[in-house]
């Protein structure tokens, strides 16, 4: 028997740490995010700027205001780290797919755009501590009652965002047919318009979606599929890493991370790691 996940309970899975197997890594961890010793140029200096990638289509992480402003949680969260690392933040919107190309390429300082932390990303590029606790759902029309979870996917057509853990996810899906997308939501749209069974991908931003009505039609089922980390994604071995990881720990010991997160889930922050695994 199938069962939805509701926003509410979300938040308090993860204000509860979604039980103990949220202090391993289940999806891999970054073996990066300690301070580097490589050299990938120099850390940037006080009071200079740090150019940051985002794609701004993952409400409530980053997104569009009506005047064009990028606004959501890591939006605030990047600017907060800038201010107590006294560096002056400036948004580069990116594709998703994009981010990491344009770390390589050193076009970027950091990215911060719901990354989760993975094995295989950690071997091209470095990761800060996590600073978010999130995890997988399958997405269904409502009254869908043949998708219970993942072994329900089977052979079904199933809509992802490019590059995505939720892309990676899909394809270990036997007989799956696998249409992807440049964003979240339009991949929620194209399950909204009935032209795929599922959409994988992050809990807490297709719940978002289906509680600000901005797509309708659509329930979450089934348990979360993984328990991930965030983190902000740098060049690998950047001395960013240690810069970026100072700030992130003084927000959370003050209290302002915390009031970030109650700005835009209404809920307690889970206590985080100071790393992946």
């Known amino acids: 028997m199938s069962w939805m996940i509701t926003r509410s309970k979300f938040l308090r899975q993860v204000a509860l740490g979604l039980g103990a197997a949220l202090m391993v890594a289940a999806c891999g961890g970054d073996e990066q995010a300690e ?3 490589g050299t990938a140029g120099d850390a940037a200096p006080a009071g200079g700027v740090l150019r940051v990638g985002t794609e701004p289509a993952f409400p409530p992480f980053e997104s569009q205001g009506a005047g064009g402003e990028l606004e959501g949680f890591d939006i605030d969260l990047m600017q907060a780290i800038g201010e107590q690392a006294n560096l002056e933040v400036e948004f580069e919107s990116l594709p998703f797919d994009g981010l990491i190309p344009a770390l390589q390429a050193g076009s970027v300082d950091a990215a911060i755009s719901a990354m989760t932390i ?3 990303r950690a071997q091209t590029i470095s990761f800060s501590r ?10 269904v029309q409502e009254g869908t009652a043949d998708v219970a979870g993942l072994d329900d996917l089977e052979g079904k057509r199933i ?3 490019i590059g995505t853990t939720g892309a990676s996810k899909a394809a270990e899906i036997s007989g799956a047919q696998i249409t992807t997308f440049d964003s979240a939501p339009l991949a929620l749209q194209e399950l909204a318009n009935g032209n795929v069974d599922a959409v994988i991908n992050d809990a807490p931003v297709t719940l978002d979606a289906i509680a600000s009505g901005n797509i ?3 329930e979450v089922v089934g348990e ?3 328990e991930e980390y965030y983190g902000i994604a740098l060049p690998q071995n950047s001395p960013n890493v240690e810069v970026i990881n100072s700030a992130l720990a003084e927000l959370i010991a003050n209290g ?10 209404d809920a ?3 206590e985080l790691p100071e790393s992946a695994f």
């Open 268 to 270: 307690e922050p889970p």
């Open 216 to 218: 309708q039609g659509l």
């Open 130 to 139: 996590p600073y978010f606790v999130a995890g997988l759902a399958i997405a």
């Open 159 to 161: 809509a992802v965002q």
């Open 224 to 226: 979360l599929l993984t």
């Open 35 to 37: 301070t580097p010793t």
């Open 256 to 265: 302002t991370y915390a009031e970030i997160y109650q700005k835009w889930f």
């Open 118 to 120: 993975t094995e295989e």
